[in-house]
């Protein structure tokens, strides 16, 4: 069989040390990962992790980098379909859950304790720092898709802040119990709530396009209030 070239066996080799870090640093955290850890379990030695990344700090940029590559690519998009909001909100809950179920390591690393170190270096907190904001923007122009809030920027960065604080806290928990699922529940109540409280309508509120929205008392009930019943 052909040798395979030595930049694919480098690159084969840069990848197992990165899924090895990965693994490692998602459980353990960063101070408590060693690099002969890492060589142990990958099985490579400590030379060829340093000829690759120099030091621990640059594996665990290395690291955050492609977590925050593969769970920005994974987002659904910002633009969230449905007619109103109880249907777009659904939509959006369920993303949301399905990205952090299809991605548990990367977003434990991101957001979790994995990321609260003080031993880490600036260029990995710039990291976490550039995801958070991507991930921020996403949460915002998701949010106000849901709740069409283009002109109140304020509003939709809100809840975007408060989606984002209840999924950390998840994240957080799964550090410790590693099936921890992201419970959408006290979001599907809460942000129409904050919504509401800044006079955002929260019934039937339509897409573009879109039939016109309930007047108060008329058609849809509101969220969470069944006909015949007081709100």
Not at 98 to 112: E, K, T, W
Request: with cysteine; hydrophobic share 45%.
């Amino acid at each position: 069989m052909r040798q395979a070239p030595a930049q694919d066996r480098g690159a084969r080799s840069r990848d197992a040390i990165l899924d090895t870090a990965g693994e490692l640093m998602s459980r353990h955290g960063y101070a408590a990962t060693s690099i002969s850890m890492i060589s142990t379990a990958c099985g490579l030695p400590v030379s060829s992790i340093y000829w690759h990344f120099r030091s621990k700090e640059g594996i665990y940029v290395a690291v955050l980098e492609r977590a925050t590559t593969v769970l920005l690519a994974a987002l659904p998009p910002a633009e969230v379909p449905g007619a109103d909001v109880t249907q777009r909100l659904d939509a959006f809950l369920s993303n949301l859950a399905g990205a952090f179920r299809q991605h548990p390591r990367g977003v434990q690393l991101l957001l979790g304790l994995g990321v609260v170190q003080k031993d880490a270096g600036a260029a990995a907190m710039a990291e976490v720092h550039r995801y958070r904001d991507a991930l921020v923007a996403w949460a915002r122009n998701s949010v106000s898709s849901v709740f069409a809030l283009r002109d109140r920027p304020e509003v939709a960065d809100e809840l975007a802040r408060f989606t984002l604080r209840m999924t950390s806290g998840t994240a957080v928990a799964r550090w410790f119990e590693p099936d921890v699922v992201l419970e959408t529940e006290p979001l599907r109540v809460t942000l129409p709530a904050l919504a509401a409280h800044h006079g955002v309508p929260v019934r039937g509120t339509p897409v573009e396009g879109g039939p016109g929205e309930d007047a108060p008392g008329e058609g849809a009930p509101a969220l969470g209030v069944t006909p015949g019943t007081a709100p």
